[in-house]
């Protein structure tokens, strides 16, 4: 099994910067592609930004030239920065990997998710 913990996410005022992290642990062989997701109320989960092992990085529109992630293939972390806040920005944010691990004495490929950090940001 593979847990990840976010932390990071808060209150800001619009303009403002935060950093989220994600921290993967287990007993992991490896970590193909880790990303942010975000939910707003009411709508939708989607992707935020994604990075593969290799440093490949991949954004939606609306975040882009704003927040950058970065990972550490070491460590097992993902951070998101995210610079020039606005209220659309609220949400709650969601780490997800998809990892390699040993389960249950099986080698499985899986998706794994983080139980969410709240990112609220007022005007």
């Known amino acids: 099994q593979v847990q990840l913990v976010e932390s990071g996410g808060g209150l800001m005022q619009a303009g403002g910067s935060l950093r989220l992290s994600c921290a993967a642990s287990g007993r992991i062989v490896s970590i193909n592609t880790m990303g942010w997701y975000r939910q707003a109320p009411g709508k939708q989960r989607e992707l935020v930004a994604s990075?593969?092992?290799?440093?490949?990085?991949n954004y939606d529109s609306s975040v882009e030239g704003r927040f950058t992630i970065s990972r550490d293939n070491v460590k097992n972390t993902v951070h998101l920065q995210m610079n020039s806040l606005s209220p659309e920005d609220t949400a709650v944010y969601y780490c997800?990997?998809?990892?390699?691990?040993?389960?249950?004495?099986?080698?499985?490929?899986?998706?794994?998710w983080g139980q969410g950090t709240q990112v609220i940001v007022s005007s």
């Open positions: 990075i593969t092992s290799g440093g490949s990085t």
């Open positions: 997800n990997a998809d990892a390699t691990a040993w389960v249950v004495g099986l080698l499985k490929k899986s998706a794994y």
